[in-house]
């Protein structure tokens, strides 16, 4: 018998605490889908969801982030439209430069009334969240 398991991913939403408002870090796509993203990608085979968000981090920001907390799991199975991903989010914290790199075409810093519109996968849903909960404490509802 042959199974089919979602494939599991990080995402990284990275606060610069050296700049006024805290600022978080997005990256704009050089892959399809293209858009605006929060960084982050796959975990690799004998690695740890903890160091493949900070792998991931450094790749596409040139950033060396603090895992802060991990924030939730989002897991739709049309969350990517390539394949079925669930995706371990993580808070983290940086201080530096941003640099785009590995598939980020472009890296940017947005505060919540700047994020751009054009986000890909469910990231539109992930900021809300992380959004309601930075600002007034409240965690997501589950399903």
Known sequence: MS???PAPTVDIIIELVDRPHRPIVLIERHNPPLGWAIPGGFVDYGESVEVA????AQEETGLQVELIEQ????SD???DKRQHTLSIVFLATATGEPKAGDDAKSVGMFESWRV???????HDRIL???WQYRHYGIRPRLG
């Open 128 to 130: 809300r969240d992380y």
């Open 71 to 74: 924030f939730l799991v989002y």
């Open 3 to 5: 199974y089919r398991n």
């Open 53 to 56: 968000a900070r792998r991931e």
């Open 116 to 122: 751009p519109g054009n986000l890909c996968f469910d």
């Open 77 to 79: 199975p049309s969350r």
